[in-house]
C-alpha cells in the first residue's frame, strides 16, 4: 500500500468520518482511526475506497455505541448490587447517627482527589506519604485533600467534628 496515497486520504476523509461516527457514538475519533487501520491491513484495497472506509466506519460507531450502553447498564447494574461505602451498625438508627446511603452519596459527589485519599486512607489503611506515591502529589498534598473533603463531608451532612479531651492523669 501506497503510504502517500493513504496520507491524501485520511487528508481527505477523516473528518467527514468523524462527523458521521459522531452520529452513533462518542468515540468517533477511535472509530474513524480503526477503520483506517483495516484499510491499510487489506490485502487487496476495495474498488471505492471512501464508500468502504465509511460503511467500516458505520458499523464501527455501531458496535461502539452498543457497547457503550451495555457497559453503561453493567455500571449502573453493578453499582446497585454492591455494598455500600458505610454500613448501618445496627437496625435501629441512634439518634445522631449518620444514614449510611446519605454518608455513601456524599463521598460520590466529592471530587475525586479527595475521595480517592479518604478512601485510600480510612478503608486502605495508607499512611499520607504512600497516597503520596500512588497519586503523584505531596504527602502535605494528599492530607490538604483529605481534610477538605472530610470537612466538606460534615459540612453538608452537618455533622461537628468530634472533640477528644485529653487523658486526665
Not at 452520529?23 to 475506497?49: G, I, N, Y
Not at 453499582?79 to 456524599?106: C, N
Not at 460520590?108 to 479527595?114: D, F, G, K, N
Not at 481534610?147 to 477528644?164: D, P
Request: with cysteine; glycine share 6%.
Amino acid at each position: 500500500m501506497d503510504h502517500d496515497w493513504l496520507g491524501r486520504l485520511v487528508d481527505r476523509h477523516a473528518a467527514a468520518l468523524e462527523l458521521y461516527a459522531r452520529q452513533w457514538c462518542d468515540t468517533p475519533e477511535d472509530v474513524v482511526q480503526e477503520a483506517f487501520l483495516k484499510l491499510a491491513s487489506q490485502r487487496s484495497l476495495p474498488v471505492k475506497p471512501a464508500a468502504w472506509l465509511f460503511r467500516v466506519v458505520r458499523n464501527g460507531a455501531l458496535n461502539a455505541a452498543l457497547a457503550a450502553r451495555r457497559r453503561r447498564r453493567h455500571e449502573t447494574e453493578s453499582a446497585s448490587r454492591s455494598a455500600s461505602w458505610f454500613q448501618a451498625g445496627s437496625s435501629v438508627a441512634k439518634p445522631g447517627s449518620l444514614d449510611p446511603e446519605t454518608a455513601s452519596a456524599e463521598l460520590r459527589s466529592l471530587p475525586l482527589e479527595q475521595r480517592e485519599v479518604i478512601v485510600a486512607h480510612l478503608w486502605g489503611g495508607l499512611t499520607f506519604e504512600q497516597i503520596a506515591e500512588v497519586s503523584g502529589c505531596s504527602a502535605s498534598s494528599a492530607h490538604r485533600l483529605y481534610c477538605a473533603g472530610l470537612a466538606r463531608i460534615r459540612e453538608r451532612l452537618g455533622v461537628s467534628c468530634r472533640s477528644f479531651r485529653p487523658i486526665q492523669s
